[in-house]
Every structure is written in structure tokens, then in C-alpha cells.
């Protein structure tokens, strides 16, 4: 379904995005680079609102959340589309799909998901994930919103590369309860080589977030690329500053998508955990 979207501007006979830090400024028939945001006469609209391609009843600890509501499930759900191009992405069919209709997956009304996610048994909310929940936006914003007045002790979790800008991430906030954000690297180089992205807003993101809801933290060691101690340290470091019990995922990389690179080495993922353990007291390792 295609809506008006927000966080933009008209500059003359283009329109400016400021959702994400690419500040897109987008020609008349042309998407932004996430995908899912079309400049038409004038006017940015999302064409994937609504249009769900994945949906599970996932463990909280998937997320992954460690120490969020432990032991519950929570129902999870993404669309297609994002703002970054990692070449190992796990859910690339659907994080690297164009479409120019925007009626891929199902349509589902903000109603019927906080219905559904309501009726379930034992569910404790509605994760955003599977592809990037900030380019999803407006869905993301009004499910949210919705759900809060419904039932305000239920959850929403947001799965991100935290990727976003300062403006619609405090708007979004106040109705978000935990998130998992990625920080790819500590390197600028990495984000701009291998994500399409730069390392300064998603720590902006993991600063601001931090102060208003519970934040987890996952880093994708990923064989030649930021698989060394020093970098591991740097990153504990950052995040021990901000506060100490933020929790870490180490997570072990296997090849994906474009990335053919061999798997993490295990004996290195184990040594980078108690790198981290300097400077945080919880670090959790992932796909050992």
C-alpha cells in the first residue's frame, strides 16, 4: 500500500528524504536508496506500508534479547526493503528486493496486526525485524502507537542497524521498549565499504536509545573484515562508557549472500568474549 510519508521536504522539483543519514534528495520517479520511498510529483510516499513478507512467533532471545522479558515470544514481523547493502546480509531476498508496485508480501492493516498480535497467547508484543524497521517507518510508528493504547504493558521491539535520524528516532521512542541494534564495526571504512553507511549515526542512535528504552548491542564478527581483538576491545570499550551492563552479541559469521569468506573461527570468538568482558558484564556469543 502506498501512503504519504514522513520526514521529508520539496526542493524545487525534487523532494529531500531525512528519515535516514543518506539524506536522500530524490528525482521525480525515482526511490530513495532504501527502496521503499518514491518521489512522485512532488510528494514521497512509502510503497511498503503495511505489506508484511515474514512473520513468525519467535523466542525473545532470537531477537536476539538476552535480557529483555526472558523465556516469552513475541510476534515478528518485516517487510522488504533498507537503507544499507551488506554484501553477507542473512535476509537479502528481502532487504535487496525492488519493487516498483510495492505489493509484495501481504497487506496487513495497522488493526488487524495489533489484533493479531493480541489474540495470541503468551505473546508479549510485536518485534520489528527480519529486514530494516526504520525505513518501514510509518507502519512501524502507527502499529506501535496503536498498540500502546490498546494494551500499554505489551512490547515493541525493534530489530535496526540504527541507521536513522536523531528527529524520527525520538518520535518513535516513547513507544519502543527494547531494541537490538547492530554496530557492524567501530570502523567508518567498514560502513562505507561493505554497508553503504557511515559509523557516526548508529552510534548516535545507540546513545540516544539507550537513555529511553532497554538496548542491546550486536556485532557480526565476520572472517577478514573485523575479526580482530583490537576492534572488539574498541567496541566494548564505547559501550562500557555509555553503561556497563549493556549487553554485547558476539556473533559468528557463515557465508550469506555475496560473502563467500570461511566461518568465524571459533578458539577467536572465544577469546574476543573475554576482550569484551574487560569492559562489560554481559557479553553473549551467537551462532558458536
Not at 145 to 161: D, F, G
Not at 218 to 225: A, S, Y
Amino acid at each position: 500500500m502506498k501512503v504519504q510519508a514522513m520526514f521529508y521536504e520539496r526542493i524545487k522539483d525534487k523532494v529531500h528524504c531525512f528519515l535516514c543519514p543518506h539524506n536522500c534528495v530524490i528525482e521525480n520517479g525515482h526511490f530513495g536508496r532504501c527502496n521503499v520511498r518514491k518521489h512522485e510529483d512532488g510528494k514521497l510516499f512509502t510503497i511498503n506500508y503495511g505489506q508484511i513478507t515474514s512473520a513468525a512467533l519467535d523466542p525473545i532471545e532470537k531477537k536476539p534479547l538476552s535480557y529483555f522479558k526472558p523465556s516469552t515470544y513475541i510476534l515478528s514481523v518485516g517487510t522488504f526493503g533498507c537503507n544499507f547493502k551488506c554484501g553477507f546480509c542473512q535476509n537479502h531476498s528481502i532487504s535487496q528486493f525492488v519493487s516498483e508496485k510495492g505489493i509484495e508480501g501481504d497487506f496487513i492493516t495497522k488493526e488487524e496486526l495489533v489484533e493479531t498480535a493480541l489474540s495470541i497467547k503468551n505473546n508479549i508484543g510485536i518485534a520489528f525485524t527480519y529486514n530494516e524497521p526504520s525505513i518501514w517507518y510509518e507502519y512501524v510508528y502507527d502499529c506501535a502507537k496503536l498498540l500502546k493504547e490498546r494494551e500499554p504493558n505489551a512490547s515493541i521491539v525493534l530489530v535496526t542497524n540504527g541507521y536513522i535520524n536523531e528527529e524520527p528516532l525520538k518520535q518513535l521512542l516513547p513507544y519502543t521498549d527494547a531494541m537490538n541494534i547492530d554496530l557492524k564495526s567501530f570502523k567508518n571504512e567498514y560502513y562505507k565499504n561493505i554497508c553503504g553507511g557511515s559509523l557516526k549515526p548508529v552510534l548516535k542512535t545507540i546513545e540516544t536509545a539507550a537513555k529511553h528504552c532497554h538496548v542491546e548491542i550486536t556485532t557480526l564478527l565476520v572472517t577478514g573484515e573485523n575479526d580482530n581483538l583490537d576492534e572488539v576491545e574498541q567496541i566494548a570499550a564505547y559501550l562500557g562508557s555509555i553503561r556497563k551492563d549493556i549487553p554485547l552479541h558476539l556473533t559468528r559469521y557463515f557465508p550469506r549472500y555475496k560473502y563467500k569468506n570461511p566461518p568465524t573461527d571459533i578458539s577467536f570468538m572465544k577469546k574476543a568474549e573475554e576482550v569484551a568482558k574487560k569492559h562489560l558484564s554481559r557479553v553473549v556469543l551467537g551462532n558458536v
